[in-house]
């Protein structure tokens, strides 16, 4: 792989603020760290680079998943979970997640997150593949991701001492010398008197930002999700885990060969209230591929699914959910009723074209329990990080209930760790840029080489092919190709990562090693960007280093 940038290409600071923590990211998972915070320390920012409500989290449709049911416990939820991973989680993460899960869900409830009831006044739970218990609570139908965010924004515009920067771009961390975090450099969009390029001195900086959607050509991601927190942190000196268990949706809605960027979901929920996929011919066909069918972890049903359109050359498959009817659509599933009927589809009555397409990174940022990265100071939760409970694959739901427990521990930890206010000092390393209109390119890329399907030969072409990006700087310094340096960053370290697992396990799935393969493959595949003579001292690096971490496997073997 040729070069990559240690920083970013940017103009000088043209303004600078100071706080004790600033939480990059407005979802779930950031909000919950911001409120969690608060009273705990002076000064607290929360910087996203849209609106508050912009990010990921309120494109939720299914649910939050925990042990919330008089039949459900924690164990089964652990098992549940360990399954889905197919032998890549970390144990004891998954047991911090399912015990602490139900504890966070109350606290959300409590800060006015309102879930749907039964006729009893219980809360009305719903299954979702790869649960063996309905455990997956949900608000307003299919529109629970929008409901979090409401509720968490709502309590932090209750809380005036949590500054909020809108509209504005992290660019770089900035580092002490002890190469801890000293704050990072952010850009505001012509928002405000903080206009342009700022320094934000901090104390403590947590990641929230979200996953790398973009980095393929069809996604279920909003537009904003391109990698920076993984970026940003990786420049940093950090180290990414598990890249390559990237989660493709099974069930996306086909728009046709041409069509780029966030795609409409049609919710895992909607099998688990009864739909069922089927091929041209009306042909169910995942009878037989799992005990759980149409409700297969993610994985199973996304392989399945690719494996009929590659036996049939078909460009899609469909999701039948006919029999369901039209009030039961328009009182569970208002939210994808609408986005079906946007393109002409009335689910009620027509069979709706799904294929897999980009949903979820599965890694990220390595974390210990508590959110720390491996750069002192530097926290991270949410999609952004591998805290390892995902695995090679994440279980249905599973993530908001990430981003709450895992923030909420960071909380508990990070007052007693805050670092001195330090003088940033001049960062070492290269300096690039590549043009925002090189994007498309490296989405095309990673979709045909990376996306589903993978191999030796079609990443080592991927990786080569990246490489010429990276050798072509941008013109002009701007927000757009900030976000495509992001995204080549990243998709590199992804590529390089993929090809080093030679191995099928999860989601990530080579049809030139099609089986898995505990004896050599039973840990996580770590990413750092290290100097032409192979040091990190210095933290600002620029060459993709792949180092291999055994694990026992953690599911008993199951594949």
């Not at 309120?58 to 924690?74: K, M, R, S, V």
């Not at 007052?415 to 070492?428: C, D, G, I, K, Y």
Request: glycine share 10%.
């Amino acid at each position: 792989m040729s070069s990559l940038p240690g920083l970013l290409a940017a103009r000088d600071p043209g303004w600078t603020e100071w706080v004790d923590v600033i939480v990059v990211g407005s979802g779930i998972a950031g909000l919950t760290a911001a409120l969690r915070l608060r009273d705990q320390v002076e000064r607290i920012a929360v910087v996203t680079k849209d609106v508050l409500a912009a990010g990921s989290t309120q494109w939720a449709q299914g649910g939050i998943a925990a042990a919330l049911g008089p039949e459900d416990t924690p164990e089964q939820h652990e098992v549940d979970t360990l399954v889905a991973g197919a032998g890549a989680c970390d144990a004891e993460a998954v047991r911090v997640l399912v015990t602490e899960g139900p504890d966070a869900v109350q606290e959300l409830i409590d800060w006015g997150a309102n879930f749907d009831k039964d006729p009893e006044g219980n809360l009305s739970l719903t299954r979702e593949g790869g649960h063996h218990r309905d455990r997956i609570a949900h608000a307003n139908g299919d529109a629970t991701g929008a409901e979090i965010q409401r509720a968490l924004i709502g309590a932090v515009k209750r809380a005036p001492e949590i500054l909020v920067f809108e509209h504005a771009m992290v660019v770089d961390l900035v580092t002490a010398e002890d190469g801890g975090v000293a704050g990072l450099t952010i850009h505001v969009m012509g928002e405000g008197d903080a206009d342009g390029v700022g320094l934000v001195r901090a104390r403590a900086v947590v990641l929230a930002s979200g996953g790398l959607g973009q980095v393929f050509s069809q996604t279920t991601n909003p537009a904003v999700s391109t990698a920076d927190g993984m970026a940003i942190a990786l420049r940093a000196g950090a180290r990414l885990r598990d890249l390559e268990f990237v989660q493709f949706h099974p069930t996306v809605m086909y728009l046709g060969p041409d069509s780029r960027g966030q795609q409409p979901l049609i919710s895992e929920a909607v099998r688990g209230e009864g739909a069922v996929l089927v091929d041209w011919e009306g042909r169910r066909f995942m009878q037989g591929v799992h005990e759980l069918a149409d409700l297969a972890p993610r994985d199973i049903v996304s392989k399945a699914i690719m494996k009929r359109m590659l036996e049939t050359g078909r460009p899609h498959m469909w999701l039948d959910a006919r029999h369901l009817g039209r009030d039961f659509w328009e009182r569970r599933f208002p939210t994808i009723l609408a986005s079906c009927e946007s393109h002409g589809i009335d689910p009620a009555i027509d069979l709706i074209p799904v294929a897999p397409a980009c949903h979820y990174a599965s890694g990220g940022v390595a974390t210990d329990l508590w959110g720390r990265s491996s750069v002192p100071g530097l926290y991270a939760t949410g999609e952004v990080a591998c805290s390892g409970v995902h695995g090679a694959n994440r279980l249905a739901s599973n993530s908001l209930l990430e981003g709450l427990v895992f923030s909420r521990r960071i909380a508990q930890v990070l007052p007693t760790e805050l670092r001195p206010l330090s003088q940033p000092v001049a960062q070492s390393g290269s300096v690039g840029l590549v043009a925002g209109d090189v994007r498309k390119e490296i989405q095309e890329i990673m979709t045909a080489s990376a996306g589903v399907l993978r191999s030796a030969e079609g990443l080592s072409r991927a990786i080569e092919a990246l490489a010429k990006i990276a050798d072509t700087p941008a013109a002009a310094i701007d927000p757009d190709a900030w976000e495509t340096t992001n995204l080549l960053t990243i998709s590199a370290a992804l590529a390089e990562a993929a090809r080093r697992r030679e191995e099928t396990r999860g989601s990530h799935w080579r049809e030139d090693f099609p089986d898995r393969d505990d004896a050599r493959f039973a840990g996580h595949i770590d990413v750092v960007l290290t100097g032409a003579d192979g040091d990190r001292s210095a933290a600002r690096s620029d060459t993709v280093s792949v180092t291999f971490t055994a694990a026992p496997a953690t599911d008993g073997g199951a594949s």
